[in-house]
Each structure stands twice: as structure tokens, then as C-alpha cells.
């Protein structure tokens, strides 16, 4: 009962007004006699009334709280116990221990003895739920959903059925429009060359085989050109078809192939909106994503930005014409004379591909009359490049245009276009001030798009099938203003690169590449120059044969996974020739090298075959690059964890069917 009650604080002033009573009583008396009894008899006679009325009060009022009291704790225990509401009591040492549990919670495991239990025993999926970061959470329990409230210092755990909710839920998200655009890849150039009978069997072919795809899953699909379909679904739909791995691109192209032109699919998807305009966008979004990538792929493209990718099987198909590489020189020479300056930036730590399509695109802006510049970081040079470098001092006007990062920021103006080559990341350029500070930025690129993408540029040249940036700038370059030749220096540059990124002409080599290179050597371009910027010592022959040591085998036995030492740090370039080198090994049909970079973070370069789509697993640990030729830097703490993280990926892709 209230302890203030108990005081029964009204007696304070009737015991005041009883001595009051009493003082006048004398007082009258004392003045008039009789006077003073009659008011004494009255006032006695009111005043026991007084007394008596509040100590029935006191009495019934307590026997009310007493049954209220009664009947509070009779209905808390039935709620306890009957609300279709579960609790859960943890022990006050073991937050795994369970104390107490009311009927509720009995009852979705019957079988089960909570009390006593460890709650992680019962289902695991509590662990999640009792991190002290984490006070709520949905789980399933017995196929039913409940969101599960902790309460870490009173150690309780509430749990809310949400069955029907959830359901609701996912009818509502699985009902919601996605849009998908369709295209076939390379159709104009592919068609060229088909008489009118081929043409229309292989159109006939293709929208036969669209549209018993749609059919088989409910689709709403519609041709809207000679290359493109749009496709209207819903996002339960997007779910089996991811579960299938879009299989549209397998028997559009296996079927195709029958016929001896094999047509690709690129398909992109928007999802994650209402808004049937943003799902438009989306979906082109998806698409040209997928065409930066090299067709034959799919990408989702979700509202709230992520991105997820099927297919990416096949290396990209090379271009039958020039005509993209002349619009796009053409394009970029406008852009130069439009232009006071030029500066030509690649990535961090650059290979010769890097450096040689810097100094190619310099060459085009001082044919167009244009001062250009080549921004590189002098303390971030492997062996080969700083060989290079050596050479290039003794060419006083290439050398004199070689900045480093900070000289270009003070020379840089509204007016001046910078140009990115070999990469396309932000967070991979030499220095991103420069990238922020450019009003018109160029981005020349070879690698298959990802996720992170330099957003502010003016033009854009992307072309996977091609074997290295140098090869793309080469191919510029001949469409070019014919005001002076290529000297011998820069040719050789430019071909370096090509030879560095295709291994001696062995891995992604189409005729374009061999075009270019030829028109290199035409250009002066000495190839025992290339021989001996690209030879290396013993020191470095040693290291990496120590790399190679330490190689254990992965998956079915065929890849090949070589480690370096936490507290050995090796350069990107050895740990990529590493990786070249396993890949030359009788039965390794990719190879894997991780080890410690100069930066301090945990590099991993990925070699492959074309079996093994290397570049889907290094998308999956943040990196990227090509099906056979990709890496990533990694922030884990020892190379030991980043090996462990390198295999659950490459468990993770191989249970995926090798899909991309």
C-alpha cells in the first residue's frame, strides 16, 4: 500500500481544529458558563463525527487498494502467462542461459525444453539478436517470423509474432513492377553480313526464343527495335529468374551458335521503386553498365544503388570496324582544341599500360596544338616504369611535361580537360583533387565497368574486348591531326604497355591488338628497348619464387592460391607476375596470389584461364578487371584472414554453378 497514504495526512488539521475547539471551549466558559457548555456538547458531538467518518474512510479505502492489488497482480499474471506475447528471461551471468520463459514462448517449440537451455542451442539465430548493438530484430522460429526486442540490462527478450505481416510484406514487394531492357549485342555489325533470308531466320529466332522465355515466366515482353526488347515483370518474377541465372543468355546464345553467328544477349533491370520513370532509368543504367562490361551479362540495378551481375561468361567479342575508335578520336581532338591545357592522369602505383597511354594521349594534344601534360607520382614507380622514366629524361620536352600531382593543381584552369586512363574508379586515380578540380574529365579504359565510376565526364571510351589502354590509344591517335610523327620513345612506350598487359601477345590478344602494335613499329617503336625496360633482377626473381613456395590448391585441385608474409611487403607488379607465372603451371587453371602491398593493405591479383570467371570473385571481395585478369586490396589484418576471406569466396562462386 502507499507508504503516503498511511500517514493518513487529513488527521493533521482535525487534531489542529480539535485544540482549537478546546481553547474557545475554555474561553466561552470563562466569559459565560452555560454558554461555553452548550458549545462544548455541540462541538464535542461534531467532532467525533468528524473522527469517525474519516477513520471509516481510512478503513474502506485500504480494503479497496487490497483488492485492487489483488486483482492488478491476478491480471499481470495472466498476461504474463495468456498475451500472445513471448518472454524470455536470460540469466544475469550467461546472456546464453535461459532463466524463465512464460507459455508463449513454450509453445513454439513443444518439443524443446527452454529452461536450463542455451537460447544459441535452440536456434541460432538469436546470437544476431543479443549483440548489444543490435536491441531488435525479425527471425524465423518454427516458420514463423517474430520481431524479437533485447533488453540488455534487465537481460529480457520480448518476441512479437509478425507472421502475417511479414507475408504481407513480401506480397506487396514481390507484386512491385521491374523493367528490363533487352539487347542484342553487336546486331548492326553482326547483320552486315547476313543476306536477307539469314537475317530475318536469325530475327525470328531470337524474338521466338525472347518470347517462350517470357511465356515461361509470365513476362510481358515487346520488340521495340531490331536489337532491343523491353520487358515489364514483377520483382517475384526478378527473384526465380535470378534463381535460374538468367539461362535466356545461355539459349539465346547456344541456339544462335547452331547457326553459325552467335548472338549475345546484355540485358539491364531496374527494381527497388514505384516509379515507373526511375525504373526506365534504372534499367538503362543496368544496360549500359552491362555494354561497359562486354555484353552477354545481366545487371540489377536496385533503387537504393546495389548492383548485382549474371553471366559475364564469355570474353568480350572484338569489333569488326573502326568506326567507334574514329568517332570517338574525332570527338576527343574537339575536345583538346576547346581545351588550354591537358593533363593525362592513370592510377595509382602505374604499370607501363598506365604510363604509355598517358604519354599517347600527351602526343594527341601537342598534335592539336595543345600543351599536355603526364601527372605522375615519382615516389610511387615500380622497377620497369623507373626505367622508363630514365629514358624519358633524356627527351627534354617529354620529361619537362612529367608533373607530379601538386604542380598540376596550380597550372590547372576552368578550361583544362583531364583525361583518365586505365582505370575507371575514383579511388584508384594518382590524385583525386585533380579528378575534383576538373570541369571536363575523358576517361579511356579497357577494364570491365564496375560499380564505382567517375560520374563528371564529358566523354567516355570503354572497351573491354580490347587488350590494354594503350591499344585503344593507339587506335585515337591515327585519327589524329597528321602535324607531327610519333617519336621513337613514345611508340615504344605505348607498345611496352601492350606487351606488359597481354603477357608477350598471349592472353587477350585479338587482330586489333597486333594492328596496333604494328602501326607502333611503324612509328619507330624499338622492341629490344621493351626487352630491357621489362627485364628484372635477381633480387626480384628470388622474391617471387619465394611467393610461389608457399602455393596450396584450391577447389577442384586446378586453382592455385601462393601467400606472402605479414610482415614482407612486395610490389602490385611482382604479385601480379606471380600470378602470370602460376598460371604457366601444368594444371592450374587460375591462380591466386595474395600478400602485403606498399600501401599497407592486402593485395590480391587473380589470373585465370577463361574456366574460371575471376573477375565475379574479386567483385566480390571489392575489387575488379577483367574474366581473366582482375585484383583487389583488401583491409584485413593478416594475410592469413585474407586467404580465409579468398576462399569462401571462391567455395561461394564454385557453389553458384561458375556462374558470373
Excluded at 487529513?10 to 485544540?19: N, Q
Excluded at 462541538?43 to 478503513?59: F, P, Q, R, T
Aim: glycine share 6%.
Amino acid at each position: 500500500m502507499n507508504l503516503f497514504y498511511k500517514k493518513r495526512a487529513v488527521r493533521i488539521p482535525l487534531t489542529f481544529v480539535s485544540l482549537l475547539g478546546a481553547v474557545s471551549t475554555v474561553l466561552l466558559m470563562l466569559n459565560n458558563f452555560w454558554i461555553g457548555l452548550f458549545f462544548a456538547v455541540a462541538y464535542a458531538l461534531a467532532l467525533g463525527i468528524a473522527w469517525k467518518v474519516e477513520n471509516e474512510s481510512y478503513l474502506e479505502t485500504e480494503k479497496y487498494i487490497e483488492t485492487l492489488s489483488y486483482r492488478m497482480k491476478k491480471v499481470g499474471e495472466e498476461a504474463l502467462l495468456e498475451l500472445p506475447i513471448g518472454i524470455i528471461l536470460l540469466n544475469d551471468n550467461d546472456k546464453q542461459l535461459v532463466e524463465w520463459v512464460n507459455p508463449f514462448v513454450s509453445s513454439i517449440y513443444p518439443d524443446k525444453s527452454w529452461v536450463g537451455s542455451s537460447l544459441y542451442e535452440i536456434n541460432e539465430t538469436f546470437r544476431q539478436v543479443t549483440k548489444e548493438d543490435n536491441e531488435q530484430d525479425v527471425i524465423i522460429l518454427n516458420d514463423r517470423s517474430y520481431r524479437v526486442y533485447y533488453k540488455p540490462e534487465e537481460k529480457l527478450l520480448y518476441l512479437f509474432d509478425v507472421t502475417e505481416r511479414v507475408k504481407m510484406q513480401s506480397l506487396y514487394y514481390a507484386d512491385r513492377t521491374t523493367i528490363g531492357i533487352l539487347l542484342v549485342d553487336n546486331y548492326d555489325e553482326l547483320s552486315q553480313t547476313m543476306d536477307d533470308q539469314t537475317r530475318s531466320h536469325m530475327n525470328s529466332l531470337v524474338t521466338s526464343l525472347v518470347n517462350q522465355w517470357a511465356d515461361e515466366y509470365g513476362i510481358f515482353v515487346k520488340r521495340i527495335s531490331s536489337e532491343r526488347f523491353l520487358a515489364v515483370f514483377n520483382e517475384g518474377t526478378l527473384e526465380k529468374l535470378e534463381k535460374t541465372k538468367f539461362a535466356l543468355l545461355d539459349t539465346v546464345r547456344e541456339n544462335t551458335s547452331k547457326h553459325s553467328v552467335p548472338l549475345t544477349l546484355s540485358i539491364g533491370v531496374g527494381t527497388g521503386t514505384t516509379s515507373l520513370t526511375e525504373l526506365g532509368e534504372l534499367a538503362q543504367s543496368s544496360l549500359d553498365l552491362v555494354l561497359g562490361r562486354g555484353g552477354d551479362q545481366v545487371a540489377i540495378k536496385h533503387h537504393d544503388g546495389k548492383l548485382k551481375f549474371y553471366g559475364g561468361k564469355t570474353n568480350p567479342v572484338e569489333k569488326r570496324t573502326r568506326v567507334r575508335a574514329r568517332v570517338i578520336s574525332h570527338a576527343l581532338r574537339d575536345l583538346i582544341q576547346d581545351s588550354d591545357r591537358v593533363f593525362v592522369m592513370g592510377h595509382k602505383m602505374p604499370d607501363m599500360d598506365a604510363i604509355g597511354a598517358s604519354i599517347g594521349v600527351r602526343k594527341m594534344a601537342r598534335m592539336n596544338g595543345v600543351e599536355g601534360y603526364v601527372v605522375v607520382n615519382f615516389d610511387q614507380l615500380d622497377a620497369s616504369v623507373s626505367r622508363l622514366m630514365d629514358e624519358v629524361q633524356k627527351d627534354e620536352e617529354l620529361y619537362d611535361h612529367m608533373l607530379m600531382p601538386e604542380e598540376a593543381l596550380e597550372l590547372m584552369t576552368e578550361r583544362s580537360l583531364v583525361v583518365i586512363v586505365d582505370t575507371h574508379k575514383p579511388s584508384m586515380v594518382i590524385e583525386e583533387k585533380v579528378l575534383e578540380n576538373a570541369q571536363k574529365v575523358v576517361l579511356i579504359d579497357h577494364h570491365r565497368r564496375g560499380e564505382e565510376f567517375i560520374s563528371n565526364t564529358v566523354l567516355v571510351y570503354m572497351e573491354p574486348y580490347a587488350s590494354s589502354t594503350a591499344e585503344l590509344v593507339t587506335e585515337l591517335l591515327e585519327y589524329q591531326p597528321k602535324n607531327e610523327k610519333l617519336t621513337m620513345l613514345e611508340s615504344t612506350a605505348m607498345l611496352a604497355g601492350i606487351v606488359v598487359d597481354t603477357k608477350s601477345f598471349t592472353l587477350r590478344t585479338g587482330a586489333r591488338t597486333f594492328e596496333a602494335a604494328s602501326y607502333l613499329r611503324t612509328n619507330g617503336a624499338d622492341t629490344v628497348l621493351v626487352q630491357r625496360l621489362l627485364k628484372e633482377d635477381i633480387a626480384t626473381y628470388i622474391e617471387r619464387s619465394k611467393l610461389i613456395e608457399t602455393v596450396e590448391f584450391a577447389g577442384n585441385g586446378e586453382i592455385a592460391i601462393a601467400k606472402g608474409q605479414d610482415e614482407v611487403v612486395h610490389s602490385s607488379v611482382l604479385i601480379a607476375q606471380t600470378a602470370d607465372i602460376l598460371l604457366t603451371m601444368q594444371g592450374i587453371s587460375a591462380s591466386f596470389v595474395v600478400a602485403k602491398r606498399d600501401d599497407g593493405k592486402i593485395g590480391i591479383s587473380a589470373r585465370s584461364l577463361g574456366e574460371l570467371n575471376v573477375q565475379v570473385i574479386m567483385e566480390d571481395l571489392g575489387g575488379g578487371g577483367h574474366l581473366t585478369n582482375s585484383a583487389c586490396q583488401l583491409a584485413a589484418d593478416t594475410i592469413e584472414e585474407a586467404v580465409d576471406m579468398l576462399k569462401s569466396t571462391i567455395d561461394q562462386y564454385v557453389e553458384r554453378g561458375n556462374e558470373g
